[in-house]
């Protein structure tokens, strides 16, 4: 298959974890949004990794999951520390960055 | 010959500095020490090279240049100093009375709580007066008149905490801004003229033919304006009409400041400043007859205001303001070394009279009001003897030292030869005011003189009357030295015509190389003038005595009864403060508190000031709204950013390519390779070399082509990148023969 077969279904991914992002209220479901942009990025790599044959771009991939794993372990304390300080976990109300 | 000048003003300065910043931690003694010392060094040194070195140094006198102090474009002004016999007499005045009236200050100032400051003003005072006269080009002179100006300043104000000191003191400094803004005004002609500001480049070109003789305004040539300008200058410093104003009210400072700056030194200056410009005054007629006319009608005018002030102080300011119109109608017929001689002469007596007024009203109480005076004779004795012998002086009693030098000045205006034919007149007219200035000295001082020591009885109430003492030495032994001076000073310029010897005249002698010789009067004239002179002083002192021996007399009253107006006009100065009142300060206050409702407040507070910060704050509101704290929200905009970025960062750039086009006869050979960055990217190329032919299109970055005629052309390469579809055009004309 070519290339460009993976890029697009890359950046579709990319897209739709953004509107995640932007969108969804609920901090949960942003932080999966974040994990589908990694790995629409992921995708990426590895595309032109393949037709480039090169091996460096498996070893990005690895090295963006391990990131990612490590992002979300935090992204989810944050989670549970927002959750205790304010009883919900819904961005709307958190916007501490006001003051 | 060089001589290090420098030390002259640098002790006091030096003096000035170490009792600004010690003067308050040392005692009295030591402050008056060093203040002492400063001058007294100075005043050793200024001897030294006056008397010692001067006579051996040349036509030029001594030099001494410091360093370079502007050098830009055209303009290139050395920190030099030059003595010649005319800063030299200067020096030796200035250092000489100024030493004196600093021993007088250490009594009079005995009990002041600022003695360290006052010192280190009087010797800062002394420090910019010598560089005044020592400068050898304009703008180094300009530096001590100002810092004279600003030591007056200090100084008439040193009483600051009551308001009418301070205000004097600002009055002074403004009338003086006033003249030298017209100093300056003069220095910027003559340095465009003549190209040069230093005084001997200045002098050499004031010829007759020099470029200081092209006509400039109304006819008048640049000398005649540079001239008057200058001499405005001098009215403010010297206090001549019309701005001699501030003078009087000057008086608000300790006695020994009006002594020093308000009479001896500081207002003879503009004097100064003329005998030294003497080459430029000399070339125009009209400009010498304006200074001696606006001299003579000053030494009448104050002369008069002088009748009817009750202030002993006030009356020896007018009495300044005359003699220096002595001064200047001197200098002003050409007589320099007469009004030079006039000026070293009131230093002497008028620093006496001033510092006697300060003995006696150290022993009133501090009262100045010669009417509560009287019968001071035999209580303040040593003090009346040394007034009587500077009155004397002043009245120009032969021999005393007015009598030769006032004599010089009247004597010259009237045969002086400057003015040419349709001028001539002007000396005469000079001659006939100043004889009358005379005849008023005489009667004023008189009066003065009578109304403090004469009698029997002090007017004075009993607590005033109880402390009149005799002053301690240290303030009557400085009065005595003056008193000496005042009296002897005058056979250093005895008229050298009359005793056929022309070195007779000292100070002729001494300033013949500067300003020329001489001004020598036929003997019977001289003689004449002489007699004149001294029968005018007689009856000027016969009249005051009639009017005021041993208090107010029946006639003083009677003459006031019979004109009370006038009296009172002349009690009020003639209402020149009031007249400058409303001609000119008012409307100023006027125009500038329209100016600050409009400008300031409207303008810059509610517009600048107010609407700056109106328009911060709707940006700040705009911007406010942006700052939700909402982070999807930031995260939306900075996704858009980097879109607008990535797209922008992502455009196809046209390939960077060249026309090199080689021409062989009628063939040409176009070459449309890329610069030096090759891709392996194929380009399509389109030929079209002008002349009718078909396009040729391909990959091929290279084209010969064969001309059939010869004839100018232009070539057009049209480059395409088939990726991205972007297309660049590309020109080059030939010419084929």
Known sequence: MPTSYYLILSFVLFLIGTAGVLLRRNALIVLMGIELQINGGNLALLAFSRQLNDLKGHVFAFLIIALAAAEAAVGLAILVGLFRSRQTINLDEATLMKR | ?737
């Not at chain 2, 010297?238 to 207002?267: E, F, K």
């Not at chain 2, 003056?482 to 056979?491: K, P, S, W």
């Open chain 2, 1 to 737: 010959m060089t001589f290090d000048l420098r030390l002259i003003p640098l002790f006091p300065f030096l003096g000035a500095v170490l009792l600004m910043l010690f003067g308050r931690k040392w005692s009295r003694d030591f402050v008056f020490v060093v203040a002492a010392l400063a001058i007294g060094a100075a005043c050793v040194v200024s001897a030294d090279a006056c008397f010692f070195q001067l006579p051996d140094a040349g036509a030029g006198g001594l030099t001494d240049v410091v360093g370079t102090w502007i050098a830009t474009g055209d303009l290139h002004i050395d920190l030099a100093f030059r003595m010649d016999g005319l800063s030299g007499v200067m020096c030796m005045v200035i250092t000489f009375v100024g030493l004196l009236i600093h021993v007088f200050a250490a009594g009079y100032m005995a009990d002041d709580p600022d003695y360290a400051r006052f010192f280190a003003y009087l010797n800062l005072f002394c420090g910019a007066m010598l560089v005044l006269v020592l400068g050898d080009s304009l703008p180094v002179l300009f530096i001590g008149w100002e810092g004279v100006g600003l030591c007056s300043y200090l100084l008439i104000g040193f009483w600051y905490s009551s308001n009418d000191n301070a205000d004097a003191g600002k009055k002074a400094f403004i009338t003086n801004r006033i003249g030298d803004f017209g100093f300056l005004l003069g220095m910027f002609l003559l340095f465009q003229y003549a190209g040069s500001l230093s005084v001997p480049d200045i002098t050499s070109a004031a010829t007759a033919t020099g470029p200081l003789m092209q006509p400039l305004w109304l006819g008048q040539p640049v000398a005649f304006w540079a001239a008057l300008f200058l001499f405005v200058g001098a009215t403010g410093k010297s206090a001549q009409i019309p701005l001699y104003v501030w003078l009087p009210d000057a008086m608000a400072g300790p006695t020994p400041v009006s002594a020093l700056i308000h009479a001896a030194t500081m207002v003879t200056a503009g004097v100064y400043m003329i005998a030294r410009m003497h080459a430029v005054y000399m070339l125009v007629p009209a400009a010498m007859a304006i200074v001696a006319v606006v001299g003579a009608a000053t030494a009448m005018f104050a002369a008069v205001i002088g009748f009817a002030q009750n202030d002993f102080k006030k009356v020896l300011a007018y009495s300044t303001v005359s003699q220096l119109g002595f001064m200047f109608a001197g200098v002003g017929t050409g007589n320099f070394d007469g009004g030079i001689f006039h000026l070293v002469t009131h230093a002497f007596f008028k620093a006496g009279l001033f510092l006697c007024a300060g003995s006696v009203m150290h022993a009133m109480s501090g009262s100045g009001d010669i009417r509560i005076m009287g019968g001071l004779r035999k209580k303040l004795p040593v003090t009346h003897a040394v007034f009587a012998a500077c009155w004397l002086a002043i009245c120009g009693i032969v021999p005393f030292s007015g009598f030769f030098s006032k004599d010089s000045i009247i004597a010259g205006a009237f045969g002086t030869e400057i003015y040419g034919e349709h001028l001539a007149w002007v000396g005469k007219l000079v001659c006939v005011m100043l004889m009358l200035a005379a005849l008023g000295t005489a009667f004023y001082m008189t009066r003065l003189y009578l109304l403090v020591f004469s009698g029997d009885e002090t007017r004075a109430d009993e607590k005033i009357k109880h402390h009149i003492h005799e002053s301690p030495p240290i303030m009557t032994v400085p009065l005595a030295v003056l008193a000496i001076g005042a009296t002897l000073i005058g056979l250093i310029g005895l008229p050298g015509g009359l005793v056929h010897h022309p070195e007779a005249n000292l100070l002729a002698h001494e300033l013949q190389p500067v300003v020329g010789a001489e001004l020598e009067v036929a003997p019977s004239i001289e003689w004449g003038f002489m007699a004149a002179s001294l029968g005018l002083a007689v009856i000027g002192i016969m009249v005051a005595v009639a009017f005021y021996r041993g208090g107010y007399k029946e006639p003083a009253r009677a003459f006031g009864a019979k004109f009370p107006g006038f009296l009172r006009l002349v009690q009020d100065k003639f209402r020149i403060d009031e007249l400058y009142d409303r001609v000119f300060i008012r409307p100023i206050k006027t125009f500038s508190r329209g100016l600050f409702t409009f400008v300031d407040r409207i303008i810059v507070d509610k517009i600048l000031v107010e609407g700056t910060g109106f328009v911060v704050d709707i940006f700040a509101r705009l911007a406010r709204a942006v700052q939700g704290g909402d982070g999807q929200r930031y995260m939306a905009v900075f996704a858009v950013g980097v879109a607008v970025l990535v797209h922008f960062a992502t455009q196809p750039t046209l390939p960077f390519t060249k026309l090199k086009v080689t021409q062989t006869g009628r063939a040409v050979e176009v070459d449309a390779h890329r610069g030096n960055k090759q891709s392996t990217r194929p380009l399509e190329y389109a030929f079209d070399f002008g002349d009718g032919r078909p396009i040729v299109k391909g990959t091929a970055a290279e084209q010969r082509h064969d001309y059939d005629r010869a004839g100018n052309y232009t070539i057009h390469v049209t480059v395409r990148d088939p990726r991205w579809g972007t297309e660049n055009d590309l020109k080059e004309k030939v010419e084929v023969r």
